[in-house]
């Protein structure tokens, strides 16, 4: 093309190249989006199934689902487990601080507000010392099966070094404290809610 | 000008190679060579980026103006890295999972920029579409050979996870070497890319020097 155009046509030129990548993205958009739908369910169903057990439940806790404000007011997403018309179970998110940022659990208790299961979602622990956390790489996550608001009493939810029951791990501190501190808080807001989340509608 | 296909090739996967010539894309050097199989991802989807890219910029040239050349080629590169990642997220779910995050650093990544304007700009469709595609099959063997030694040294594995992007059929290629325990953890970390990158650029230049041809900086130089 010519040097020597007339300003507005580089205009033109950029404007026709914007919608024609406009269209091609949104074409495919239009073909990936249930597949994405889709994909984004059977997350969230894996990561639901690992903190409530399979026998606990006959419905599917990844779409029967109620939002209650936790305590920081954010919107909160609780999946429920269901025998039937009683709620056996809930899962909801809770999050920690760790050594380098946010790790997002998930946490699955029964109706007695045991704790059925708790996972880590994502986190960006040093390698090697803070991925402990993993169920992946180390089993300290699964000692809190079965535990529950009063069983440790409250002052032992936190690792050793601060008088509490649990262990921390070689070379990481901050990561299992933000760790005991996300669940303690999950159970914390278990207990204030606990009439709403076993409700039957 | 005659195009010379095989010196497309050579440039693209080791002479002028991206990373280890060039220096170019060096954020998802760093950020995605933890472990062999992430790198190797990660080249690969930065490949298929270029390729598409080349190409497209390569069959409109006569209708880009000069003015306006930078905006249209990050446009392109915007669009087929985003093409990229709702393609990975619907139908490649684990590689998506782990790759992610990264993709969209792809944009940021001046590898498929200075291509676009060193070479797709000026030549036809498929030597451009080559050049694009090897380039980025060269960026993917620099970070697979960074990747592999700071997973070796730093995790005592290779491959690891390799079935998890690439299926079962891939589990062969898992290799596990030693212990974590006797693994030093800093070649994972942000210092050991730094290291082993600095290393690998060393023993590129240290080859092309045997082999009589100096060092060469050529930025971008095209056929």
Redo the contacts between chains.
């Keep these: 093309m010519k040097a020597d155009q007339p300003i507005f046509m580089h205009g033109v030129i950029l404007a026709v190249f914007c919608l024609g990548y406009g269209v091609y993205l949104a074409l495919t958009e239009l073909a990936a989006h249930d597949a994405i739908l889709a994909r984004a369910l059977e997350d969230r169903q894996n990561s639901l199934a690992q903190v409530i057990p399979e026998q606990l439940h006959d419905n599917n806790p990844a779409i029967d689902t109620i939002v209650i404000p936790d305590a920081d007011g954010n919107d909160l997403t609780i999946y429920r487990a269901r025998q039937g018309n009683t709620v056996t179970g809930v899962a909801y998110e809770t999050y920690g601080s760790g050594y380098a940022g946010q790790m997002r659990f998930m946490l699955g208790i029964d109706a007695d507000g045991k704790i059925l299961g708790v996972r880590v979602l994502s986190h960006k622990e040093t390698p090697g010392l803070g991925d402990k956390i993993d169920v992946k790489r180390a089993d300290w996550m699964l000692q809190f099966d079965g535990l529950s608001l009063g069983n440790p009493p409250i002052e032992k939810w936190a690792v050793k070094k601060d008088g509490g029951q649990f262990d921390q791990f070689t070379g990481a501190t901050i990561t299992p404290r933000g760790t005991i501190d996300a669940i303690r808080k999950g159970l914390e807001f278990f207990a204030e809610h606990r009439a709403q989340l076993l409700e039957n509608q | 000008m005659a195009t010379s296909y095989s010196r497309i090739i050579r440039d693209g996967l080791w002479e002028n190679n991206g990373v280890l010539s060039m220096l170019l894309g060096m954020c998802p050097t760093m950020a995605m060579t933890?472990s062999a199989t992430n790198a190797l991802g990660m080249g690969l989807a930065t490949a298929v980026v270029m390729a598409a890219s080349s190409l497209m910029v390569a069959a409109?040239r006569?209708?880009?103006?000069?003015?306006?050349r930078i905006?249209?080629y990050i446009?392109?590169i915007a669009?087929n890295v985003?093409?990229v990642d709702?393609?990975m997220?619907?139908?490649m779910?684990e590689l998506y999972?782990v790759l992610g995050l990264f993709i969209p650093l792809i944009v940021s990544n001046c590898l498929p920029l200075a291509r676009l304007e060193a070479f797709a700009a000026k030549e036809p469709v498929l030597p451009s579409f080559l050049d694009g595609l090897f380039m980025g099959l060269g960026f993917t063997l620099a970070l697979t050979m960074i990747g592999s030694v700071r997973e070796i040294i730093g995790?005592g594995t290779l491959f690891a996870d390799a079935s998890l992007l690439f299926g079962p059929a891939f589990k062969f290629m898992e290799i596990k070497l030693m212990e974590?325990d006797m693994?030093i953890?800093m070649m994972?970390?942000p210092p050991g890319g730094f290291l082993v990158t600095g290393l690998m650029v060393v023993f590129k230049r240290i080859l092309d020097i045997r082999a009589g041809k100096g060092i060469q900086m050529a930025g971008a130089h095209s056929v």
Excluded: Q, S
């Excluded at chain 2, 006569?62 to 306006?68: A, S």
């Design positions: 933890t409109f006569n209708y880009i103006t000069r003015e306006v905006p249209v446009l392109i669009a985003t093409f709702l393609v997220n619907a139908w779910h999972k995790a974590p693994a953890l994972i970390l």
